[in-house]
């Protein structure tokens, strides 16, 4: 069985930065494209970063402050998160994919599977 999880989440100040991993168990991961999404109380999940074997994307949201990357020794994908802002704040999940699409800035999340259970990060003073 396919299986992801989220961990490196937890209570930042504003401004700060966090690395979540996505660590893949029973599958090599560089067979799939992996996206990171998050989703707040109250909110859709939103997409906000993929990678695969030729590509990267970031929704707008978090471009210029988010930098995915992946160890496949290690068999993990990694996001840096800097300059976080207290909307940044939600629990982030990943999950594979074939490929990474973006559309009109955002990555939708149709086509995703194997979720991880999630990592929560709180940007707060």
């Known amino acids: 069985q396919v299986q992801l999880v989220e961990s490196g989440g937890g209570l930042v100040q504003p401004g700060g930065s966090l690395r979540l991993s996505c660590a893949a168990s029973?599958?090599?991961?560089?067979?799939?494209?992996i996206g990171w999404f998050r989703q707040a109380p109250g909110k859709e999940r939103e997409g906000i970063s993929c990678i695969s074997s030729s590509s990267t994307l970031y929704a707008d949201s978090v471009k210029g402050r988010f930098t995915i990357s992946r160890d496949n020794v290690k068999n993990t994908v990694y996001l840096q998160m800097n300059s976080l802002k207290p909307e940044d704040t939600a629990v982030y999940y990943c999950?594979?994919?074939?490929?990474?699409?973006?559309?009109?800035?955002?990555?939708?999340?149709?086509?995703?599977?194997?979720w991880g259970q999630g990592t929560q990060v709180t940007v707060s003073s």
């Open positions: 029973r599958f090599t991961l560089n067979y799939y494209a």
């Open positions: 999950a594979t994919n074939r490929g990474c699409t973006a559309v009109a800035g955002r990555i939708p999340d149709a086509q995703y599977n194997n």
